[in-house]
Protein backbone atom coordinates (compact mmCIF):
# COMPACT_ATOMS: atom_id res chain seq x y z
CA UNK A 1 0.00 0.00 0.00
CA UNK A 2 1.76 3.05 -1.13
CA UNK A 3 1.09 6.48 1.28
CA UNK A 4 1.98 10.08 -0.34
CA UNK A 5 3.56 13.06 2.08
CA UNK A 6 3.79 16.82 0.76
CA UNK A 7 6.39 19.23 2.01
CA UNK A 8 9.38 21.43 1.68
CA UNK A 9 12.51 20.09 0.67
CA UNK A 10 14.81 21.23 3.47
CA UNK A 11 17.93 19.91 2.96
CA UNK A 12 19.58 17.14 0.13
CA UNK A 13 22.37 14.85 0.59
CA UNK A 14 24.41 13.03 -2.13
CA UNK A 15 25.98 9.59 -1.33
CA UNK A 16 26.77 5.99 -2.84
CA UNK A 17 23.44 5.43 -2.54
CA UNK A 18 22.22 7.74 -3.78
CA UNK A 19 20.29 11.59 -2.36
CA UNK A 20 18.91 11.79 1.71
CA UNK A 21 16.32 14.18 1.09
CA UNK A 22 15.22 15.62 4.45
CA UNK A 23 11.29 17.58 4.04
CA UNK A 24 9.08 20.13 6.24
CA UNK A 25 6.04 17.90 5.73
CA UNK A 26 2.47 19.33 5.48
CA UNK A 27 1.79 16.96 8.17
CA UNK A 28 4.05 16.83 10.83
CA UNK A 29 3.09 12.92 11.47
CA UNK A 30 4.36 12.58 8.34
CA UNK A 31 7.97 11.14 7.71
CA UNK A 32 10.66 13.73 7.15
CA UNK A 33 13.51 11.58 6.16
CA UNK A 34 13.72 9.71 2.48
CA UNK A 35 16.86 7.57 0.86
CA UNK A 36 16.12 8.56 -2.68
CA UNK A 37 17.69 7.05 -5.64
CA UNK A 38 20.16 9.12 -7.57
CA UNK A 39 17.91 9.30 -10.56
CA UNK A 40 14.80 10.59 -8.32
CA UNK A 41 17.25 12.74 -6.32
CA UNK A 42 19.06 14.51 -8.59
CA UNK A 43 16.46 16.96 -10.08
CA UNK A 44 15.81 18.33 -6.73
CA UNK A 45 16.56 21.56 -4.79
CA UNK A 46 16.48 22.68 -1.11
CA UNK A 47 13.28 24.65 -1.27
CA UNK A 48 11.38 22.68 -3.56
CA UNK A 49 7.67 21.67 -3.12
CA UNK A 50 7.35 17.65 -3.50
CA UNK A 51 4.92 15.49 -3.36
CA UNK A 52 6.70 11.81 -2.70
CA UNK A 53 4.92 8.54 -2.91
CA UNK A 54 6.11 5.92 -0.92
CA UNK A 55 5.71 2.19 0.59
CA UNK A 56 6.56 1.32 4.11
CA UNK A 57 8.60 -1.39 4.36
CA UNK A 58 9.50 -3.71 6.93
CA UNK A 59 13.21 -2.96 7.94
CA UNK A 60 15.18 -4.47 10.63
CA UNK A 61 17.01 -2.11 13.10
CA UNK A 62 19.67 -3.53 15.83
CA UNK A 63 19.98 -1.73 19.06
CA UNK A 64 23.56 -2.80 20.74
CA UNK A 65 21.34 -2.04 23.47
CA UNK A 66 18.29 -4.13 23.25
CA UNK A 67 19.24 -6.31 20.20
CA UNK A 68 17.08 -6.36 16.91
CA UNK A 69 13.48 -4.80 16.42
CA UNK A 70 11.27 -4.82 13.41
CA UNK A 71 10.30 -1.09 12.12
CA UNK A 72 9.27 0.81 8.88
CA UNK A 73 11.40 2.40 6.08
CA UNK A 74 10.23 4.49 3.45
CA UNK A 75 10.48 3.07 -0.10
CA UNK A 76 10.36 5.93 -2.43
CA UNK A 77 8.39 5.07 -5.68
CA UNK A 78 8.16 8.29 -6.99
CA UNK A 79 8.65 12.04 -6.27
CA UNK A 80 6.61 15.02 -8.13
CA UNK A 81 7.45 18.83 -7.96
CA UNK A 82 4.26 20.57 -7.35
Sequence with gaps: MTRTVRGT??????????VLVTLDP??????????VPAELGTA??????VEIIYEPVEHEVVDP???PS????AAVREIRKL
Design 26 to 35: EDPDDPNTFQ
Design 65 to 67: DSG
Design 9 to 18: VEFLWEDADG
Design 70 to 73: ETFR
Design 44 to 49: LSEGDR
